[in-house]
């Protein structure tokens, strides 16, 4: 399928989504079908299944995958791409498979011959459903045969199968990712260059970057790090705009660390979990720190910075014109409903969001009422009217009527389990629901990035 040549003439949407975790054993009655046949074919097997539906703390099965791919069909109107933020593949992947599979050979290479064929039934969904728009993508942690972010063999198998989402590119395109098969293979980051926008697309791998990344070395992280650098220096110096995927944000994980505040709702720099974690060199490379450092010199070249993994819908602060919008998730696995974005951009003057519309799905309902429906408009939530106004600022100017605007703050956390907040945890590994107790952790979070102010924010909030 060829690409088409993107638009960015103002008005466009882009609709973007993120999470899906595809669980394709949610029919157990199916492996064997699906074992045995190429992925072309699995569309069609599917589709013949009488499985119950997809409920809250399950991952997503066919049906609402088809139920996602055809909503952001629908909403392409005139976009120029297609964002998607990491996670195709379901948790637990490697298990579910090996509790399945009970034939001869090498289950473990089996599994990866499995793995393999997912990723291309799904990028060819993906694909079919934004027509002929690129996809730009960013690698999640479950995007690997171990479950802890990707390997280098991973990401060898699978590289053209990730490559086909951003289409063909061919000469007489008006977009470039020169050395993608390089940065992919070697560490699962690129770039893409719209040159007729004057404008760079930076994917980053930030499993690497991240406490789930055990066995990321650390000369992946430097090698990163120094790639990230160079190009948006080299943007910086073209006076090129920057767009930036990541999958994990930068920050606090911030439902954990909820559940561990004490009685008085009061949390220890002890029990503050982070998102990333420092490169296991000689020195120590503070991962979060060289991050910030590198844009903290070209914050004002970027106009939209976008992340997932965290299924919820809610954003982070990073500088005063920098603000990082995270993508609830498709899978209802935390006890989130299916939800994604509509983003906006209606200023003349920059190709910067100013607006965005969220959709969710709501799990309660049955049959041909399950659909993605609106679900808010960012302006008329949150924030007056100013069509021309980034969304970057508007949210660093939100962040304190979150503490002081009731009616604000109630609509936050109403959305940010795209409207199911989960039941109380019955494990450490549940969602933590947010209440009046631990609600100043998650404000807290929002553009406290480091761990200290992050401490000191949450515990001297009023009570």
């Known amino acids: 399928m060829e690409t088409s040549n993107p638009t960015f003439t103002t008005p466009f949407n882009i609709p973007v989504f993120s999470d899906l975790h595809f669980n394709p054993f949610f029919d157990p009655s199916l492996f064997s079908r699906l074992f ?37 069909s629908l909403n392409l109107g005139t976009s120029p791409v297609v964002f998607y933020t990491g996670d195709l593949l379901g ?15 090498n289950v473990d290479e089996l599994m990866e011959e499995f793995a393999n064929k997912t990723v291309s039934f799904l990028t060819e969904q993906i694909r079919a459903a934004a027509r002929n728009l690129p996809v730009l993508f960013t690698m999640g942690n479950c995007d690997s045969y171990v479950g802890l972010g990707p390997t280098a063999e991973y990401l060898s198998a699978n ?10 590119m061919s000469p007489g395109s008006s977009i470039h990712c020169g050395n993608f098969d390089s940065t992919f293979k070697a560490g699962g980051y690129y770039a893409v260059d719209f040159p007729e926008m004057n404008l760079v697309i930076i994917s980053l791998n930030t499993i690497a970057f991240s406490t789930d990344a055990d066995k990321t070395t650390a000369q992946v992280v430097k090698n990163e790090l120094l790639w990230f650098k160079d ?29 561990k505040i004490n009685a008085n709702g009061l949390i220890s720099a002890n029990d503050v979990s982070m998102m990333w974690k420092d490169a296991n060199t000689n020195p120590p490379i503070d991962t979060q720190s060289a991050f910030l450092e ?26 005063i014109s920098n603000s990082l919008l995270i993508t609830p998730g498709i899978t209802p696995y935390f006890s989130n409903n299916p939800a994604f974005k509509i983003l906006n951009f209606n200023s003349p003057n ?17 049959g041909d009422a399950r659909k993605f429906k609106p679900s808010y408009t960012f302006w008329k939530t949150y924030v007056k009217p100013s069509p021309e106004e980034a969304i970057d600022r508007s949210l660093r100017e939100l962040t304190p009527e979150l503490k002081t605007d ?27 629901p ?27 909030y009023p009570r």
């Open 159 to 168: 590289a053209a199968a990730y490559r086909s989402l951003l289409g063909p």
């Open 91 to 105: 948790h637990n992947f490697a298990d579910q498979f090996k509790s399945l599979y009970s034939g001869p050979g």
């Open 294 to 319: 590198i844009i903290s010199h070209m914050a004002s070249y970027i106009d939209l910075t976008l992340a997932g993994h965290t299924h919820m819908d809610e954003y982070r602060t990073m500088f």
């Open 36 to 72: 045995n046949s190429p992925p072309e074919a699995w569309q069609g097997i599917f589709e013949s299944s009488t499985a119950p539906a997809v409920q809250w703390g399950e991952d997503t099965d066919y049906p609402l995958l088809r139920l996602t791919l055809d909503a952001v």
């Open 434 to 460: 947010i209440t009046d107790q631990n609600w100043p952790v998650f404000w807290s979070g929002i553009e406290n990035l480091d761990r200290e102010e992050f401490v000191e924010a949450a515990n001297d």
């Open 231 to 259: 190009q948006s220096m080299a943007a910086r110096a073209a006076g090129k705009r920057i767009w930036l995927l990541m999958h994990v944000p930068p920050g606090v994980v911030l439902s954990d660390t909820a559940g």
């Open 406 to 432: 009731a009616s604000r703050q109630q609509s936050y956390r109403e959305n940010y389990y795209s409207g199911h907040n989960p039941p109380p945890p019955t494990n450490n590994a549940d969602p933590v």
């Open 350 to 366: 920059g190709i910067w969001p100013t607006n965005y519309d969220a959709l969710n799905c709501d799990l309660a309902a049955v």
